[in-house]
């Protein structure tokens, strides 16, 4: 069935540093890949997302990149700091209205 | 702003218990979602409705129904509840077909014992 790999589960990164996770899909059609960040204790929230006609999109320190034809996306943070700390889940789309999520990735970011 | 709320943080209930979990939101968004999240697994779609009086299976539907009677409101309904649903629960909901942002609730907390 149609499924979203997530990796690592868990990463620390030193503050400032850098910190990528990736996502592999397996629906061809899949074609909206949103990032959601979901903070201890609250609700998971849009970070950033991105559609199959494009390759890569950036917002401040975070970047989201596309490669359909390996059906990857990865999500880049840049100068990480300690409110980047969550875990981050990546989602492709199923048809008109669903996602499948992965498994979330834990990121540390340790002062 | 969005706001998707859920009738309770947290819940405990018994094995074979029937249990209502409720979802409002106020942006009348036509489609809803009812997720469970559980560690290593990420979240996973219950069901599933994309009108009102509509709905459809998720992944994990068995042992869950859903209602929605009115376009705001989209309950899950643990019919006899178990122990291997315990659970946080999490509701969302977003605008129209093919507007794919999903607004999530802080979710509900549920132990089963």
């Known amino acids: 069935g149609e499924n979203v790999e997530q990796h690592p589960s868990t990463l620390s990164v030193q503050e400032g540093d850098s910190a990528v996770i990736k996502c592999t899909y397996s629906?061809?059609?899949?074609?909206?890949f949103p990032w959601y960040k979901q903070e201890l204790g609250k609700r998971p929230q849009l970070i950033i997302d991105i559609r199959s006609n494009v390759g890569e999109k950036k917002d401040q320190r975070i970047a989201v990149t596309l490669n359909k034809t390996a059906k990857h996306f990865s999500l880049h943070i840049t100068e990480t700091q300690p409110e980047d700390s969550a875990v981050y889940f990546c989602?492709?789309?199923?048809?008109?209205?669903?996602?499948?999520f992965g498994t979330g990735t834990r990121l540390k970011v340790l002062a | 702003d969005v706001k998707v709320t859920q009738s309770s943080r947290y819940l405990v209930k018994r094995t074979g218990e029937k249990v209502f979990l409720e979802c409002v939101q106020d942006m009348d968004h036509e489609n809803m979602f009812w997720y469970r999240q559980d560690p290593g697994l990420g979240l996973r779609l219950i069901y599933f409705?994309?009108?009102?009086?509509?709905?459809e299976k998720g992944d994990i539907p068995e042992g869950y129904s859903v209602s929605r009677e009115k376009k705001e409101r989209f309950s899950l309904i643990l019919e006899s509840a178990s122990t291997n649903q315990t659970s946080m629960y999490l509701c969302?909901?977003?605008?129209?077909?093919?507007?794919?942002?999903?607004?999530f609730g802080p979710g509900t907390r549920l132990t089963v014992t």
């Open positions: 969302a909901s977003s605008p129209r077909p093919g507007d794919y942002e999903q607004y």
């Open positions: 629906d061809s059609a899949s074609n909206y």
């Open positions: 989602a492709a789309s199923r048809g008109t209205y669903k996602y499948i």
């Open positions: 409705s994309y009108d009102v009086k509509m709905k």
